[in-house]
T-cell receptor, first 113, second 110 residues
């Protein structure tokens, strides 16, 4: 597809389970970002990749959160031992590498019961 | 102190009026500034970017940047009900991390 693709679109999990969220950026986009958006809140920066390198991981809330990226392609955000406060929409965005325009995916709605 | 601050609103304006959205930031090395619009239940989309002090106009939208005072604003002229959305202010210090404020909810009343 032409846009940023995220999967799954919705994920319901039980507290304590691990989840993996996937982001497929626009082809050719070297930069990839993960944000978290709680209900009615703004975008909380988690991590960004330039290629498969993550220069800034400062936004990851705890060591339960990790992310990786294969080359300049797919990225996965993993949340281990999920907690109820992890419930949010997780948005992925990609850009050409210059900070000009971020293209956002539709997000993954994560619900931790 | 949050890196980017916005009034959460809601900001209500009548149709046809000028909507003024404001944002302040704490990082003095910020070089790039953005306004994204997010409709309810949708993903954000870029509507304006600005890099230099002064005004930048695009149709009904004008972004204003004042680096000395560390604020950036967005003016929407002739506001329409379709402009009702949350407007996110974002900035970057030049190494690509883009940080956003909490967003201002705009309601345009017909």
């Amino acid at each position: 597809g032409a846009g940023v693709s995220q999967s799954p679109s919705n994920k319901v999990t039980e507290k304590g389970k691990d989840v993996e969220l996937r982001c497929d950026p626009i082809s050719g986009h070297t930069a990839l970002y993960w944000y978290r958006q709680r209900l009615g809140q703004g975008l909380e920066f988690l991590i960004y990749f330039q290629g498969n390198s993550a220069p800034d991981k400062s936004g990851l809330p705890s060591d339960r959160f990790s992310a990786e990226r294969t080359g300049e392609s797919v990225s996965t955000l993993t949340i281990q031992r999920t907690q109820q406060e992890d419930s949010a929409v997780y948005l992925c965005a990609s850009s050409l590498g210059q900070v000009e325009k971020l293209f956002f995916g539709s997000g993954t709605q994560l619900s931790v019961l | 102190q949050k890196e980017v601050e916005q009034n959460s609103g809601p900001l209500s304006v009548p149709e046809g009026a000028i909507a003024s959205l404001n944002c302040t930031y704490s990082d003095r090395v910020s070089q790039s500034f953005f306004w994204y619009r997010q409709y309810s239940g949708k993903s954000p989309e870029l509507i304006m970017s600005i890099y230099s002090n002064g005004d930048k106009e695009d149709g009904r939208f004008t972004a204003q940047l004042n680096k000395a005072s560390q604020y950036v604003s967005l003016l929407i002229r002739d506001s329409q009900p379709s402009d009702s959305a949350t407007y996110l202010c974002g900035n970057s210090g030049g190494y690509q991390k883009v940080t956003f404020g909490t967003g201002t909810k705009l309601q345009v009343i017909p």
